[in-house]
């Protein structure tokens, strides 16, 4: 029997998709047979050259054949999402070449590794950097593909999908990390608000532990044999493949009633359990419950504060997309 096309007629952008969950999440469109636009910096034969990444043989021609082999169509551009120029040319494209974009990803990681100890401590120069790398090139890439999402918005939902980490508002151990993950999860929170009219959901979705190229180069195993790195770290024998958290979002841009979760931020386990997806593998990974049982404390606020998130039913008022006024107006 076929395997079943739900976003046969959608057209995706996945920014980002040289490797790890960008890459998971593009194959894992396409195997629900979408047109997938791979955007990053890193082509065939020439690799990227900066951070934590430099050198590494991934890239979006690559990831643009795979999304092809998955049943979809994947098309690389060449893009620095940092340049305002290049983004805007990618839009156009996709714009000239199919008329409409459904499905916005934006897996644009930091680029480097965090050094996590006291803020004041830290090489502001490089943190910075990072903030820019993973946050303004997720505001400059929905400011240019917003236009195109809702231009021909009717019946059928658009939908952004923010990748961050973490399913919650508790602390992540370092300043900037705190700031950029958090930062992306209000994002959608914050688009939410102004696309909800315009039949445009956003969330932010955030995958468990990840065995990525990069992990699994570093514990010397592969897909096939990944579990012998839990002798090393016990927690990687709860981890998942990239493509989880691309089935994830393949659940969400299927959904018909997607507009109900705008706004939210989920885990991709969340969303295995409510949709019934497995990972590639077959496998059911949950890393909050896992990360549960020796972490409890882990993110635990050391104030007499701590930040949680609230889902009720939009109001009427939401729905309408109805403005009430600001505290600040009201004083």
């Known amino acids: 029997m076929a395997k079943r096309k739900p976003l046969k007629s959608k057209i995706a952008l996945v920014a980002g998709a040289t490797r790890g969950a960008g890459r998971g999440i593009a194959c894992m469109l396409g195997e629900a047979g979408a047109t997938v636009y791979c955007s990053g910096r890193s082509v065939r034969g020439e690799p990227n050259t900066t951070g934590y990444f430099a050198g590494r043989p991934e890239n979006i021609d690559d990831t643009a054949d795979m999304v092809s082999a998955y049943g979809g169509v994947g098309i690389p551009v060449r893009t620095d999402h940092l340049v305002e120029e290049e983004v805007a040319a990618l839009v156009a494209r996709i714009k000239k070449e199919q008329g409409r974009l459904d499905i916005l990803v ?9 050094e996590f100890k006291p803020f004041w401590k830290l090489t502001l120069a490089k943190c910075f950097q990072m903030y820019q790398n993973g946050v303004h090139t997720h505001i400059i890439t929905c400011r240019h593909a917003v ?18 980490d973490g399913d919650t508002l508790s602390y992540r151990q370092n300043l900037f990390y705190d700031l950029v993950k958090v930062t992306v999860s209000r994002l959608a929170w914050a688009m939410a608000q102004e696309l909800y ?11 468990g532990y990840m065995r990525t190229e990069s992990m699994l180069e570093a514990f010397g195993v592969t897909q096939a044999n990944w579990r012998d ?43 295995s359990d409510e949709y019934g997806f497995t990972d590639v593998d077959g496998n059911r990974p949950h890393w909050a419950r896992h990360f549960a049982k020796d972490n409890a ?35």
């Open 106 to 114: 934006n897996d644009i990681s930091e680029g480097d590794v965090y």
């Open 147 to 164: 236009p195109l999402m809702i231009e021909k918005r009717r019946t059928s939902p658009g939908l952004i999908v923010e990748i961050g």
């Open 197 to 207: 009219k315009h039949n445009v959901a956003a969330v932010a979705l955030t995958p």
């Open 229 to 271: 790195a839990g002798k090393e770290d016990p927690h990687f024998l709860a981890s998942e493949t990239p493509g989880f958290v691309g089935r994830a979002v393949a659940a969400l841009a299927a959904d018909p009633k997607i507009m109900d979760k705008s706004g939210g931020l989920f885990g991709a386990w969340t969303l």
């Open 297 to 331: 404390t882990v993110g635990a606020s050391k104030t007499a504060f701590f930040w949680n998130i609230t889902h009720r039913a939009p109001t009427a008022a939401g729905k309408k997309g109805k403005r009430r006024p600001s505290a600040a107006k009201k004083r």
